[in-house]
């Protein structure tokens, strides 16, 4: 549960100068990074919203789980830096840190790797789903679509005021996440389903049930199982993104998890969110070459053009994303692990960056690379399809919607979420019978 924090005494002075009355509005400070200002009463006093469309002032809850420094380029999880967690810790840890607010114990690390290997297998009813899909489907279509379902599994069982039940409820979305999206990738291959081994570990699962075919063994590398324990880690949570606003704003109605998971996915899929890393491998297929990349920069930089680089650019970060450090550094150790040599992709994007960060237009404006800017070329260099990226984003980052879905439900301050909006349509006008409307089109 967030914890509480008081008011810090000091205030906001707010003047309305149509009628000269003056309003105090309370600042509330957290343990680090903005105060806030508690508009609560704002209304019930002034009679006036505020206004902020894509909330970029706007806090819209307490959280002790993640903090970004967009300035400093840093970014936390229960107060861990990134790069750290991406050195020395591992997926199921994080999971483990994300949901309950310390790292492990040696025992309490055992004990949840145990539950949630033991949650990784489908019910088998549920594999019927994919087939009402064509094969051609996006797997992020068929990743909704399914997750959506487990409602019609387990909505009945869940009370969701039950500590106990949410958190079942969480490591089966942990944990059924991989099962579901390697059965979207083999039911678009028209391969069998592949299932969960308990002697795997969750990346290296994954990279089996991707792979593997009931024709062979098939030997998960081990390199490049560590390198998608990081890429896990990396997209695991991140403070109220789109996709985590989604699932708490669809939670505030008490809807159930899975179907809350299931709006998130959804929102995640959108080109200027999750859906970026496939976007990016895109674009730099459609750049092509390093001589095009003058011209593609122009067009980013083009008000009129609706183009944007993909990658680069992020709402909080306003310095290089401390994410897209890390996986910078991991495509190169996954490149020189498979004897990938001078890998044209990748020697695109990196001078691609270099142009960027030396143009005024992205100096000015703060645009770095984010952390879908290179993962796609490591999914890539794994045989991971392009179309398979953003559902990799979503295995990833069902812990942080999951743990901020029980922090918000935990909240005592928790209440449904309902935006009001500055209205600037008709005005209250008479109904005309339409015997009497002009034959000028209404539209
Ligand atoms: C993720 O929120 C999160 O934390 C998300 C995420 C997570 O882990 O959950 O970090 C994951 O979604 C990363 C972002 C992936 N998206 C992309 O890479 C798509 C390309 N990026 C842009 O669409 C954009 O940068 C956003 C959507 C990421 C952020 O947009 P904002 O915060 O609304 O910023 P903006 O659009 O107001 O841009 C500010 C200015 C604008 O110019 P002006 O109108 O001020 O003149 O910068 C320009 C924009 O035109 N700009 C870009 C640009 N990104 C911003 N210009 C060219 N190329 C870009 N990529």
């Known amino acids: 549960m967030a914890s509480n924090k008081e008011n810090s005494g000091a205030s906001f002075t707010l003047t309305d100068n149509r009628n000269g009355k003056s309003y105090e509005l309370p600042v509330i400070s957290g343990s680090t990074g903005p105060d806030v ?11 006036c919203f505020t206004y902020d469309p894509g909330f970029t002032s706007t806090g819209s809850c307490q959280s002790d789980i993640t903090f970004i420094d967009g300035d400093e380029g840093v970014l936390l999880h229960r107060g861990y830096a990134i790069d750290k ?6 997926f199921m840890e994080v999971c483990y840190l994300l949901l309950y607010g310390e790292l492990p114990t040696a025992e309490q690390k055992e004990k949840f790797v145990s539950s949630i290997t033991y949650h990784t297998m489908l019910h088998e009813q549920i594999n019927y789903f994919f087939r009402g899909f064509r094969r051609d489907s996006h797997p992020m279509a068929v990743m909704v679509g399914v997750v959506g379902a487990l409602s019609a599994f387990y909505h009945d069982s869940l009370d969701i005021n039950d500590p106990q039940a949410r958190m079942i409820a969480s490591y089966r979305m942990i944990a059924k996440m991989p099962t579901i999206a390697t059965s979207a990738y083999k039911y678009s291959l028209g391969q069998p389903f592949i299932y969960p081994r308990n002697d795997l570990t969750f990346s290296e699962n994954f990279l089996h049930m991707m792979f593997a075919t009931p024709c062979e063994p098939y030997k998960v590398n081990p390199v490049l199982a560590r390198a998608m324990d990081r890429i896990l880690i990396l997209h695991a949570d991140h403070e109220q993104n789109a996709s985590t606003s989604t699932v708490r704003l669809a939670g505030s109605s008490g809807a159930n998890p899975f179907a809350c998971i299931a709006a998130g996915i959804a929102s995640l899929w959108g080109p200027a969110h999750g859906g970026a890393n496939e976007a990016v491998l895109n674009m730099l297929e459609e750049i092509g070459d390093k001589k095009n990349i003058p011209e593609f920069i122009k067009k980013a930089k083009d008000k009129d053009d609706p183009f944007r680089l993909m990658g680069f650019g992020h709402r909080v970060y306003k310095n290089y994303d401390p994410r897209a450090t890390v996986m910078q550094k991991t495509c190169h150790e996954v490149l020189d692990e498979l004897g990938i040599k001078n890998e044209p992709l990748l020697d695109l994007a990196m001078e691609l960056e270099k142009i960027a960060l030396e143009d005024d237009y992205f100096v000015q404006k703060k645009l770095y690379p984010n952390v879908d800017f290179y993962s796609g070329i490591i999914f890539r260099a794994m045989g991971i399809p392009t179309t398979m990226f953003t559902v990799l984003f979503a295995v990833a980052r069902t812990v942080g919607w999951v743990a901020q879905w029980n ?5 005592p301050m928790q209440k449904i979420g ?3 909006q500055l209205y600037t349509g008709e005005t209250q006008r008479r109904y005309i019978p339409l015997h009497k409307r002009g034959s000028k089109s209404q539209g």
């Open 418 to 420: 309902r935006p009001r």
């Open 407 to 411: 922090e918000m439900i935990e909240d």
């Open 37 to 47: 200002i508690d508009i609560r009463k704002l209304y019930a006093e002034t009679g």
């Open 85 to 90: 967690l991406a050195e020395h810790s591992d």
